[in-house]
């Protein structure tokens, strides 16, 4: 095992630090190309699932507004107030990846779908039959689910 895949196990920043270094300076020689190949892979893999789960909590938070009666008068400002963070993050993302717009494109139903089976055997609201939700309308700054 060279000295770089050691690194990658006993100090990760130093790790960056040298394969940074070695690449910058054209340096290819003992490179750890497995570990930066799987770290590169990791930081797509970050993204998505991050986009994924503001993704669902947006969802839910917009169904707790729209459906979960008992508790909207309580708590309709913080859930106001996620949804606006929820969709700030998702922007984020979605400025520094731009081609992962086809990700939630593609992905968005399946995660609506997924909300609507948990919420659907829960207890906590009951959420009707209906068409989904749009995603532009679910993105779109003026929507909290038509209160």
Known sequence: MTRLKQLHQQDFNLWTEKVKSKIQQRDFEDMDW???????????????????SYTQRLIEHIFKLKYWKEERDRHKNDWKLEIINFRTQISNILED???LRNYLDDNYLNWYEQFLRKYRKSDVFIVPQHKPVELESLLNDS???EM
Do not use: C, H, T
């Open 34 to 52: 497995d570990n930066l190949l799987d770290e590169i892979e990791d930081m797509g893999k970050s993204d998505r699932r991050a986009l994924r």
């Open 97 to 99: 990846s731009p081609s």
């Open 143 to 145: 929507y909290f689910g």
